[in-house]
Nanobody, 136 residues
């Protein structure tokens, strides 16, 4: 059974930093794509950053230059380093993995969307989430 377990969330003041971790277990092989999503109260879940099997990354516009996605293959852990945090970054952050190759499908419109930020329909494996709260 594939399990994704996030950790590292917490409360920080504006301008602070946090590093989220996502420990993966039960993976039958390396995922095609891994990503971080977030969901703020009353809002839809949105893609934050993705890391492809080939090493390429995508960041949503609002976190570019502040967040960095990375992974440690030996530890099977995905990270999200978050710097210069702002109150609008407050959300539950989720880790996701594409093991079915869904991120390789879709027409040119979907491919363009993927180059802007991760999209939910590419992922069928999700963690339980970790809360990040940024106070002003």
């Amino acid at each position: 059974e594939v399990q994704l377990v996030e950790s590292g969330g917490g409360s920080v003041q504006s301008g602070g930093s946090l590093r989220l971790s996502c420990q993966a277990s039960g993976l039958p092989y390396s995922p095609y794509l891994m990503a971080w999503f977030r969901q703020a109260p009353g809002k839809e879940r949105e893609g934050v950053a993705s890391l492809d099997h080939d090493g390429s990354t995508v960041y949503t516009e609002s976190v570019k230059g502040r967040f960095t996605i990375s992974q440690d293959n030996m530890k099977k852990t995905l990270y999200l380093q978050m710097n210069s945090l702002q109150p609008e970054d407050t959300a539950v952050y989720y880790c996701a993995a594409d093991l079915e190759g869904l991120s390789r499908l879709g027409d040119i419109g979907v491919q363009r969307q993927r180059r802007l930020k991760p999209i939910q329909s590419d992922f069928s494996n999700w963690g339980q989430g970790t809360q990040v709260t940024v106070s002003s």
